[in-house]
């Protein structure tokens, strides 16, 4: 295989960390055999999913070594990719990042931890985009630079996060932020960092639609719906695990269920403000012929997550089924506004 660069020289490359949340605080109470046992299942999940993300979901895309690399640093997931498309390469880090969580979530040790009252444990992911030192190899690149170590302590930080636990950085952000319609990004932060002079800007990733039950290694397929039913009744605040169950559930169903429905109710009682369950909900009381109760939802939903641009395109559809034009037609101007492109068909 050739690489891309024929002499060392800098190269673009986007960059994700994922590690254990807690990692020392397990380190320090488990013996040293059920450690290895936890990473190596940890390692597992990672590995499995990283392989199917990469050579089925995106089968022919991407070359390992010569368009990315995957590996583990200690006991940190780390995954560089630089197919030359920067903006698609950091969104596909975003759909991965949320992918090993499912897979880490449906994995044999949190379901353990379910089956004995107990939370399960998340993992933190840092995304960052930057340039390193790319030296070829035969299979592919030897990458140094700092950009590496910026994007091992936004990892760090997003351990703090209030949603997802994923982080982007700043240069990650603005590449990527005009091309986002299935990811609700928070506002951004400025973090010191450890050995960072310059501050760096984040944004938290803090509602997804992206489907996971397309990107999910079948191993973990029936585990992660087990494992969030149940995980969404012992956790607390784990919205993340809501609004990844409800998307694979209307991808699977091609609707909302009655099961999912409730669930959006009860995800509102906590979390009134959550994008993924106001959408579903309206979604699905429009596809009961209730219109009147969709557009509430909706108009939650488009007051609270106002550049959720498929929010508006929905609300236009329930203003318009309810023979309201000015509002469908105000609703449509709004989701153009906000990057989708809608031919007019009058």
């Known amino acids: 295989m050739k690489p891309r660069l024929p002499q060392p020289g800098p190269l673009n490359v986007a960059v994700l960390f994922v590690d254990l949340v807690n990692s020392s605080e397990f380190a320090s109470v488990l013996g040293l055999r059920e450690y290895a046992e936890y990473l190596d299942s940890f390692q597992h ?6 392989r199917h993300f990469f050579e089925s979901v995106h089968k022919g895309k991407y070359q390992q070594g010569l368009d990315y690399r995957v590996s583990f640093i200690g006991d940190e997931l780390v995954v560089f990719l630089h197919s030359g498309r ?11 990042a949320i992918c090993l969580k499912c897979a880490w979530l449906a994995s044999p040790k949190n379901t353990e931890r379910i089956q004995a009252g107990m939370g399960t444990v998340d993992i933190a992911c840092g995304i960052h985009f ?3 030192w790319a030296n070829p190899q035969q299979s592919g690149y030897d990458l140094r630079g700092f950009t590496i170590n910026v994007a091992k302590r936004i990892e760090t930080s997003s351990r703090e996060g209030k949603n997802f636990h994923i982080f982007l950085s700043d240069a990650a952000y603005k590449r990527i932020s005009q091309l986002l319609r299935n990811l609700l990004v928070g506002e951004g932060m400025v973090l010191p960092m450890k050995g960072v002079i310059v501050p760096v800007g ?5 509602d997804s639609f992206i ?3 397309k990107r999910l290694d079948p191993e973990f397929s029936e585990g992660f719906q ?9 956790n607390a605040c784990e ?3 809501h609004s990844c169950l409800q998307v694979w559930e209307e991808s699977r169903n091609g609707k909302v269920t009655d099961e999912c429905f409730d669930l959006c109710r009860r995800t509102l009682k906590s979390h009134p403000e959550n994008a993924v369950a106001l959408y579903f909900i309206g979604q699905a009381c429009q596809e009961r012929k209730d219109p009147e109760r969709a557009r509430l939802y909706l108009e939650d939903l488009t007051r609270f997550h106002p550049t959720f641009a498929d929010g508006w395109l929905l609300l236009a559809e329930v203003c318009k089924s309810l023979g309201d034009a000015p509002s469908s037609r105000k609703a449509i101007l709004q989701a153009e506004r906000h990057g989708i492109q809608i031919e007019q068909t009058d």
């Open 86 to 96: 920067d903006a698609d390469d950091i969104y596909q880090l975003a759909c991965l």
């Open 226 to 234: 087990n494992v969030a039913r149940s995980a969404l009744e012992s």
């Open 45 to 50: 999940a990672c590995l499995s999913q990283c």
């Open 202 to 206: 984040v944004y938290e990733i803090e």
């Open 211 to 213: 489907d996971p039950y």
């Open 239 to 241: 919205a993340w695990i």
């Open 130 to 132: 930057g340039s390193v």
